[in-house]
């Protein structure tokens, strides 16, 4: 009996693109601003709605103890009255050392002499040595003082916008205590829940086009930056995030809006 030749054929099915999906636009960081250490408000130096950058001073707590204990520390570092007193003392009791070796080698001064003169000038020595620690110590807490003043002045961790002012001047910031928040508007972060069903269209993607809500409806080309490996079984939907970059702030964060996969691209 003779078995009839099989043919086997593999269907190729490109990816077929999805229909118009709602998503909705936020910022790429947002942060609760707080202080490191405890203490009174004195002041905050931002509005809501303004623009900071990296490193700019947000707020600052009171801190008259932190800069009366700076002063001191940088009075201590630069008084050289202690080094310059063991320096006298060193050069004089070298010079009497001296004195005292010659006379011994010339048996004009008895030994015992010439051992008195080689403890005053050892202790002259450690006393010396002990006034150049004290000034290298006086400098490191210079810079102690220094870094718990710092501790007083918030700054802003990144570039981005102050979103809102929890605590006004005057009030007491303890643990955990929100000062401002701050968030980041460029680039801005698009998320989606797409049907399980898509999966070919997405990962057959690297963009997509972004239509924001009225009156930010121009749209927007958008890079894929993140897909979810584990799909969420009640709703039969994973997670896709994109990115553009918006350098002049001009679209605001907090948007709807719907996308489209552009396949291929």
């Not at 950058?53 to 940088?74: C, F, K, N, P, T």
């Not at 006004?168 to 460029?186: C, F, K, Q, S, T």
């Amino acid at each position: 009996m003779k078995i009839a030749p099989v043919a086997v054929f593999i269907l190729l099915v490109s990816p077929a693109r999805s229909e118009p999906l709602d998503c909705t636009i936020h910022p790429s960081l947002k942060v609760e601003v707080t202080s490191p250490v405890e203490g009174i408000l004195q002041d905050v130096l931002v509005e809501q709605g303004e623009r900071v950058v990296e490193g700019q001073i947000l707020a600052q707590l009171q801190s008259d103890v932190e800069r009366a204990s700076l002063a001191i520390a940088r009075a201590r570092a630069e008084s050289r009255t202690a080094l310059q007193t063991a320096e006298s003392r060193y050069g004089f009791y070298q010079t009497r050392l001296d004195r005292a070796r010659q006379l011994f080698d010339r048996k004009a001064a008895p030994a015992e002499a010439l051992e008195r003169a080689q403890t005053e000038f050892t202790i002259a020595e450690h006393e010396l040595e002990n006034a150049r620690t004290d000034l290298k110590f006086a400098a490191l807490e210079v810079k102690r003082a220094e870094a718990l003043l710092a501790l007083k002045t918030v700054r802003s961790p990144f570039d981005g916008i102050v979103v809102q002012q929890f605590l006004d001047p005057g009030a007491l910031v303890g643990d955990r205590a929100i000062i401002l928040e701050l968030a980041n508007l460029d680039p801005l972060i698009v998320r989606a829940f797409v049907p399980v069903k898509d999966y070919p269209v997405v990962t057959a993607s690297s963009r997509a086009t972004v239509l924001p809500q009225a009156p930010f409806d121009t749209p927007i080309s958008t890079e894929i930056t993140h897909v979810d490996s584990v799909f969420d079984m009640a709703s039969g939907t994973f997670g896709v995030e994109l990115s553009f970059a918006n350098p002049d702030y001009r679209m605001p964060s907090g948007l709807r809006c719907t996308l489209n996969f552009n396949v291929g691209d």
